[in-house]
């Protein structure tokens, strides 16, 4: 695995529980998948001494980290399986080329132009204002974005961005956000789950849902055939989350896609038969795929660093009210082992199962209660 993040130490405990052995390679120490795997190479990503030393190690390799050097992927690849292939996950970890590859599929995007210098700011058109700016590399839970209004404020935003390439896109009235997760294995078969809808605060994911009846059937529908085609045309090995909007009159349009399992897709553990890690593991053993089919409705409720400050400013650090979320019948709990919680930071999550979309709400809503979370209906 390159990564040691909390998407490398779930992965860990789906393979682990299939009886494989896992090695990460990271370069943090501890990092929150190093602990549980059987071995943690602590290296930089592209150190090819240890690229080595995981090759010689390992059957398969995956990523769970979007920033991995294709470079890396691609040299690993000449010794064992990696999947997915670094050709991929290049074009995943690079907004102009993603935007562009999208688009060529046939998939709707927001209006946008890539910005490679002030001048393409001037030459863009009337249609991506107000509009977003985006660093095409390494931006991730909104970082490495401005929000900006005229042509102006786009040239300061680019400046303030040190001229990095961009894309600058339209900005988009979202009525919601939703998000599907595809598997596709080497024979080119896939499958796909359920769609979640999104929540995000301040750019971060903060609440999935899946399992509420009426319209989105065939927005489901349509999301999982674009996600399918975005797979198929990337000849794509593993895991994929692509991430939608729905704009207008229940219109999709595609906002990116990341190559790897994904946090919006953290409610499989739980809520369907075979979970998206254990999907990433079966790719890479060259297993068929497990079933994606949901067994029951479910919210995902991201735990961030500030539960621990209680949702006060100036709060001292405390422990969060453990006893009253497993108290919870519904509640499954999921820490990632960070031993710093920082405001912002991705520390844990909390699926919320039920019966009924009703039902994982009701258990959602006293979650939040009891860990300061705002959770609207
Ligand atoms: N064009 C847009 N119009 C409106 N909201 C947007 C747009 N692009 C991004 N956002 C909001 O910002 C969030 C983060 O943007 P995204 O492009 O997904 O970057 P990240 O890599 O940080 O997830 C989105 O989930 C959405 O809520
Ligand atoms: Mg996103």
């Given amino acids: 695995m390159m990564g040691g993040g909390q998407l490398g130490r779930m992965f860990c405990h789906a393979a682990q529980a299939m009886g ?9 120490e501890p990092c929150p998948a190093g602990v549980v795997a059987d071995r943690h190479i602590q290296a930089r990503y592209d150190d090819h001494a240890a690229l080595d030393q995981l090759a010689a190690q390992c059957r398969a390799v995956t990523t769970e980290f979007e920033n991995v050097p294709a470079d890396s992927l691609n040299y690993l690849a000449r010794h064992c399986r990696v999947s997915p292939a670094g050709s991929a996950v290049a074009i995943a970890q690079d907004r102009i080329l993603e935007k562009a590859f999208i688009r060529e599929t046939g998939v709707p995007v927001a209006p946008y132009v890539d910005v490679r210098s002030a001048s393409d700011i001037d030459a863009a058109p009337a249609a991506v204002f107000p509009g977003i700016l985006k660093a095409a ?26 001229e990095v390439p961009c894309v ?6 979202l009525k919601r956000e939703i998000s599907i997760v595809v598997v596709r294995d080497a024979g080119g078969r896939s499958v796909v789950y359920p769609a979640a809808r999104n929540e995000h605060r301040t750019g971060i994911l903060a609440v999935s849902s899946v399992g509420a009846r009426g319209d989105d059937d065939r ?24 991430e939608f909007f729905v704009v207008g009159d229940e219109k999709l349009i595609a906002n990116e896609m990341a190559p790897r399992p994904h946090n919006s897709g953290h409610y499989t553990i739980n809520a369907c ?30 735990i961030l660093g500030d539960v621990w400050f209680g949702g006060d400013a100036n709060a001292d650090r405390r422990e969060p009210d453990w006893m009253s979320v497993l108290a919870e019948p ?16 991705k520390m844990g999550h909390v699926t919320c199962l039920g019966a009924t979309a009703a039902e994982a709400r009701g258990v959602a809503a006293t979650v939040a209660r009891a860990l300061h979370i705002p959770f609207g209906n």
Avoid: W
Avoid at 219 to 242: K, P, T
């Fill in 20 to 28: 494989y052995k896992v090695a990460v390679l990271d370069p943090g």
């Fill in 168 to 173: 600058l896109e339209a900005l988009q009235d």
């Fill in 273 to 302: 038969i075979a979970s998206q890690f254990e999907q990433q593991a079966r790719v890479m053993a060259g297993l068929p795929l497990g079933s994606p089919d949901r067994l029951c409705a479910a919210v995902m409720l991201n």
């Fill in 219 to 242: 927005l489901q529908e349509q999301a999982s055939e674009m996600a399918r085609r975005i797979a198929q045309r990337l000849d794509y090995r593993g895991v994929l989350c692509v």
């Fill in 137 to 162: 590399r390494l931006g991730y839970d909104g970082k490495g974005q401005v929000r900006i209004q005229t042509r102006q404020q786009a040239k300061e935003a680019f400046a303030r961005l040190h």
């Fill in 330 to 345: 519904g509640a499954k709990l999921h820490l990632y082992g960070k031993t710093e919680a920082r405001r912002g930071r």
